[in-house]
Every structure is written in structure tokens, then in C-alpha cells.
């Protein structure tokens, strides 16, 4: 039973959108290309600017380039700034 659970609960991870104005650094290290510095680069990026208005914008955060971006396009979310 715990075998299917952690199968089911990874599986979800590969199909479930990132929200980048909301992941956590360990959910952006489910996108590919990017590994544990560069999500702590987007988390610290966020928080000096706030929030992301596109998906877009990511790529201005630093060692993101535009292929990256490419890359995870259909996994990617980013839900309305708050103010």
C-alpha cells in the first residue's frame, strides 16, 4: 500500500503545474534544468520583486535563461500578484 501511495504521490509531481509566485526551492527543483541553487535563486529573486506577472519574467531571474524557460513552458504557472 505505501508502494502505491509514493508511486501515486510522485506521478503527481510530473504532471501538476509549478505556480512560481507560490513553490517552495524543493518544488522548483522539479522543474528541469533546475537544481537546488538555482530554486533558491527564483525563491530570493521572488521575494526581492514580489511576485512574477508572467511566466516570462523568469527568465530575467539570474542563470534561468530563455531555454530553460522553454523546457518547462507547459509545467509552469504564475497565478496573479498580490498586493
Do not use: P, R, W
Amino acid at each position: 500500500m505505501k508502494i502505491i501511495t509514493l508511486l501515486l504521490l510522485g506521478m503527481s509531481f510530473l504532471f501538476a503545474s509549478v505556480d512560481i509566485n507560490h513553490a517552495t526551492a524543493k518544488e522548483l527543483t522539479t522543474l528541469k534544468g533546475i537544481g537546488a541553487k538555482k530554486a533558491q535563486t527564483i525563491v530570493t529573486y521572488k521575494k526581492e520583486h514580489k511576485c512574477f506577472k508572467n511566466i516570462e519574467e523568469l527568465a530575467k531571474v539570474k542563470g534561468i535563461s530563455t531555454k530553460t524557460l522553454e523546457k518547462n513552458k507547459a509545467n509552469l504557472t504564475a497565478t496573479k500578484c498580490q498586493k
